[in-house]
């Protein structure tokens, strides 16, 4: 201590540098759950990514459920904070907008290293005891934000129909960064545009009908009892991510042995791998169906989408959802990702033809597909809400928020 300084500046001081590392070390632990998951990070790695030694990190964080839970908690707080800031708009579409800004404006400061990304909640359903209850009382509070976004709402119908508009918004908002690598940084700020534009107007035109015909996508497979087994990997892949569900419970909720997941597969990637495999399929036959029934292009998209969302909500085959990804080698999870980009780019493929046509909105395509396959993939966790209605209302107030955008009532006035 200098001869100026006093007890409580240094005191300041030493706070100030337990915090900047403290910080340093979440940062580090961030990167390592978005590469990894939140069960592959190491206290190793982390206290490699930081400069330091595992006892360093221990000092922060006893044990390595801590950390993971301090990097979701901090994730939940930014989500806190930038709706707070959204929520100061007027309107629903100007704090939609405003939360769109911020977060593409938070992005570029991350690809330009002045800022870490936040941990994705992916895992946050694998984490066990208080710590899971804690965080998922946070990310219920984040939903339930999000959904103010529109304001209070004046019926049940309504309050249902902005939970599926919040859902769908915080479900691109993760999803973003998987495809907007594909832009440089001076164009976000288009991306963003573009990206409202969907959630604003949607991507049908105004006096689009909504007729989708629900399509006979059966996924075949080829081996007994196979598919049993893949559909009840993804339901719990789905609800408890990569990491948290092991072969074991996979096994207990067939019934059967871990010798029998060893029958069917010969290691865990390999099983996600083929449940990826039966979603991808799924969706393309979907989409040949759809091609196959003819109509316009806007009726064979509103069919795939329908078709899609009605698999989603029975819980007897749902797809799998991305946040699988996380826990593969890099490699796999890349060569899975561009062949849901070849899926999304039929989806813009079909828009394209529906805009020449004349039976969809002028939009950008590329952009839009995303915002169709994060909304589809997501679909997945709200069975609960679509088990509270018919289903095809379900359907259709899900299905609204990508076709008519997230600002039209018209489902709710029928």
């Not at 707070?84 to 992005?107: D, F, K, S, Y």
């Not at 965080?135 to 103010?148: K, P, S």
């Not at 099983?271 to 759809?290: G, H, M, N, P, W």
């Not at 796999?332 to 780019?345: E, F, H, M, T």
């Amino acid at each position: 201590m200098t001869a100026t300084e006093t007890v409580g500046e240094k005191a300041e001081s030493g706070t100030r540098r337990f915090r900047a590392k403290r910080d340093a070390i979440l940062s580090a632990a961030a990167d390592a759950i978005n590469e990894h998951s939140a069960k592959g990070m190491t206290f190793a790695d982390v206290a490699q990514r930081v400069g330091l030694n595992t006892t360093s990190v221990t000092y922060y964080f006893k044990r390595k459920e801590d950390l993971a839970a301090a990097c979701f908690q901090k994730t939940l707080d930014l989500l806190n904070a930038m709706l707070a800031e959204a929520l100061e708009e007027p309107t629903p579409e100007r704090r939609v907008e405003r939360l769109l800004t911020i977060n593409m404006e938070r992005l570029k400061r991350v690809e330009a290293g002045e800022e870490r990304d936040f941990a994705i909640l992916s895992d946050l359903r694998a984490m066990e005891g208080p710590l899971q209850q804690e965080l998922l009382t946070g990310w219920r509070g984040v939903f339930r934000t999000t959904r103010t976004l529109w304001g209070d709402p004046a019926s049940e119908a309504h309050k249902a129909l902005f939970g599926a508009r919040a859902h769908v918004l915080l479900e691109n908002i993760f999803w973003l960064p998987a495809w907007l690598d594909r832009y440089q940084p001076e164009q976000y700020d288009r991306v963003c545009e573009r990206l409202m534009d969907v959630f604003r107007r949607g991507i049908a035109l105004d006096k689009a009908p909504w007729t989708p015909a629900l399509l006979d996508v059966a996924y075949e497979e080829p081996e007994p009892g196979r598919e049993a087994f893949l559909v009840a990997a993804t339901r719990l892949i789905n609800e408890l991510g990569y990491r948290g569900a092991s072969v074991q419970k996979i096994a207990s909720e067939l019934n059967v042995t871990k010798g029998s997941f060893y029958h069917h597969l010969d290691a865990k990637d390999d099983l996600v791998i083929e449940c990826y495999k039966r979603s991808f399929d799924t969706i393309i036959e979907a989409q040949r169906e759809a091609d196959a029934a003819g109509g316009s292009h806007w009726q064979r998209l509103a069919s795939m989408i329908a078709s899609l969302l009605d698999i989603q909500f029975s819980e007897h085959s749902p797809l799998l959802r991305s946040t699988a990804l996380t826990g593969l080698p890099s490699g796999v999870r890349q060569g899975l990702i561009d062949r849901s980009n070849r899926i999304a780019r039929r989806y813009a493929g079909t828009m394209i033809d529906g805009i020449s046509e004349g039976s969809i909105r002028a939009i950008d395509p590329l952009v839009a597909s995303q915002v169709l396959m994060a909304a589809q993939n997501a679909a997945f966790d709200l069975r609960k809400w679509a088990s509270a209605m018919p289903r095809e209302k379900a359907v259709a107030f899900y299905a609204s928020t990508i076709a008519f955008g997230m600002f039209d009532d018209r489902f709710v006035e029928d």
